[in-house]
């Protein structure tokens, strides 16, 4: 009897868990830039404004790798 080869996790599961993850690193950026605003006030709250914009670029990051690395195990 030969050993089962190890069965790789359904990528579907791991495409449903991706805007999961974009919308809790976006909602904790928004959550720091609001803290940066309350700490060192201005009057268009820029901070909250840019770091949201570089948490959806993290966010836009981290699943771009997700997406190659499911590609890289389906090859």
Do not use: C
């Amino acid at each position: 009897m030969s050993p089962s080869p190890k069965k790789q996790p359904n990528r579907w599961i791991a495409l449903l868990n991706i805007p999961l993850q974009m919308g809790i690193i976006i909602f904790l950026f928004s959550l720091l830039g609001q803290w940066l605003d309350s700490k060192y006030p201005n009057s268009n709250q820029w901070y909250t404004e840019g770091v949201t914009v570089f948490g959806v670029f993290v966010a836009l990051y981290n699943v771009y790798r997700q997406v190659q690395e499911i590609d890289k195990h389906d090859s």
